[in-house]
C-alpha cells in the first residue's frame, strides 16, 4: 500500500494539529470523515473505525450542531456507521439532520437547498458544493430508512443544480447561481467545485444504483461522460487541474480538486461508468499528489474554503494551506489507485 496512505491517516487522526482541525462539525470534518471511512471498508482497519465512531460520540455527546447544508455533511459518514453498530443515537441524528433538510433548510426558486452555512445564508444563491455536502446525504439516508421522499429530494436537488450551474458553452460547471440577479456571479469554472460535482454524480450512481428511476439514472450517466470529457481538455501536463479549470496561465494548480476529479475518474472506471481511458487520465496526477504529501502526512497546495464572488482574481488569489478536505481527498485518490 502507498505509504502516503499511513501518512494522511496519521495526519488527520494523530497529529495535534490534525486532532484541532477535526474539533468542529462542518463540511471540512464531514469529508474528512467519508476518507476515513472508505478507507476502514477497504482495509477493515479497526483503529480508524474506532476513531470514526468515537468523533460521532464525543460530538453527539456536545450537542446539536448549528444546521445548515455544510453540517449536513458528515451524516453521509454517519448512515454508513449506523448500519455497522446500529446505534440509537446515530439513527436519531441522522433522523434530525433529514428533518432540517426537509422541513427547515432555506429553499431557492424550484425548491433548491439554498446554500446556508455557519456565516451566511446565502440568499437565494445555489453552490455546486451542496451536492456533495447534502444531497449525497439525502440519497443515503432514503436508502437507510427506506422513504422515497428522501431520494426523490436528493434527485431533485441534482437535477436542479445541473440545470443552473452547468455551462453548455465549455462543459464546465459554474461555481454557484444567485436566483436575485440571475448570475453566475464571476463565472468561475472553480476547481473544486467542478470536483465535488463528478465525485457526487459518481457516489449516487454507485450506491444509489438500485433506486434510482432508469431514466434519471441514464441522465446522470450521460451527465457524468460529459464533464470527464470536458476535464480531461484540461488537465495540465503534469496531471494536476487548476483552481479555474479553465484558466491554466493564469490560475494556480490546486491538489484538492485534482485529488477529487482523479478519485471520480479512477472509481467510476472500476464502476464501468466510465471507460478504461479516463484510468490513464487520473493515474497521470497521482506523481504530483504523491509529491505534495509531505513527511507528516499533510498534503500541500490545497486552497482554503472559497466563496462565491464576482472576480475572477479572487479564485486565484485564495490562500493555500492545509485543511483537513485536502487530506481527505488526497487519500480516496491514493486508496483508489490501490485497485489499479
Not at 462539525?25 to 471498508?41: I, K, M, N, S
Not at 476529479?261 to 464501468?272: F, N, P, Q, T
Request: hydrophobic content about 40%; glycine content about 8%; proline content about 2%.
Amino acid at each position: 500500500m502507498n505509504a502516503n496512505i499511513k501518512k494522511i491517516i496519521s495526519a488527520l487522526t494523530e497529529s495535534e494539529s490534525g486532532k484541532k482541525q477535526m474539533e468542529i462539525w462542518d463540511w471540512f470534518q464531514g469529508v474528512a470523515l467519508y476518507g476515513l471511512y472508505l478507507y476502514y471498508e477497504k482495509t477493515q482497519d479497526q483503529e480508524v473505525f474506532e476513531y470514526l465512531t468515537g468523533w460521532f460520540d464525543a460530538q453527539i455527546e456536545k450537542g446539536e450542531p448549528i444546521w445548515n447544508v455544510n453540517s449536513l455533511s458528515p451524516l453521509l459518514t454517519l448512515t454508513f456507521l449506523y448500519e455497522k453498530t446500529k446505534k440509537e443515537s446515530y439513527l436519531a441524528r441522522c433522523e434530525r439532520g433529514v428533518k432540517y433538510a426537509m422541513e427547515e433548510l432555506l429553499r431557492t426558486e424550484e425548491g433548491g437547498f439554498q446554500h446556508v452555512t455557519l456565516d451566511s445564508n446565502n440568499d437565494r444563491q445555489l453552490w455546486g458544493d451542496t451536492l456533495y455536502m447534502g444531497a449525497l446525504f439525502m440519497a443515503r439516508m432514503g436508502i437507510l430508512v427506506e422513504n422515497d421522499d428522501y431520494m426523490q429530494e436528493s434527485i431533485r436537488q441534482f437535477l436542479l443544480h445541473i440545470k443552473y450551474l452547468a455551462d453548455t458553452e465549455t462543459g464546465l460547471y459554474f461555481h454557484g447561481y444567485n436566483f436575485i440577479g440571475k448570475h453566475h456571479y464571476a463565472g468561475a469554472h472553480w476547481g473544486r467545485c467542478n470536483a465535488w460535482i463528478i465525485a457526487s454524480l459518481v457516489e449516487i450512481l454507485n450506491f444509489a444504483d438500485g433506486y434510482l428511476p432508469g431514466s434519471i439514472r441514464m441522465y446522470l450517466h450521460g451527465t457524468l461522460e460529459s464533464l470527464a470529457d470536458t476535464l480531461a481538455q484540461y488537465q495540465d501536463a503534469d496531471g494536476m487541474w487548476h483552481t479555474l479549470v479553465d484558466d491554466m496561465e493564469g490560475s494556480y494548480q490546486e491538489a484538492s480538486a485534482t485529488s477529487g476529479i482523479a478519485y471520480a475518474m479512477l472509481k467510476a472506471v472500476r464502476l464501468g461508468l466510465l471507460p478504461e481511458s479516463y484510468k490513464a487520465c487520473a493515474l497521470r496526477a497521482l506523481p504530483a499528489i504523491n509529491g505534495l504529501i509531505d513527511e507528516e502526512g499533510f498534503c500541500g497546495q490545497v486552497s482554503a474554503g472559497t466563496c462565491l464572488e464576482n472576480t475572477l482574481d479572487y479564485y486565484r488569489s485564495i490562500k493555500i494551506n492545509r485543511q483537513p478536505y485536502g487530506q481527505s481527498l488526497a487519500l480516496l485518490f491514493l486508496l483508489e489507485a490501490e485497485n489499479c
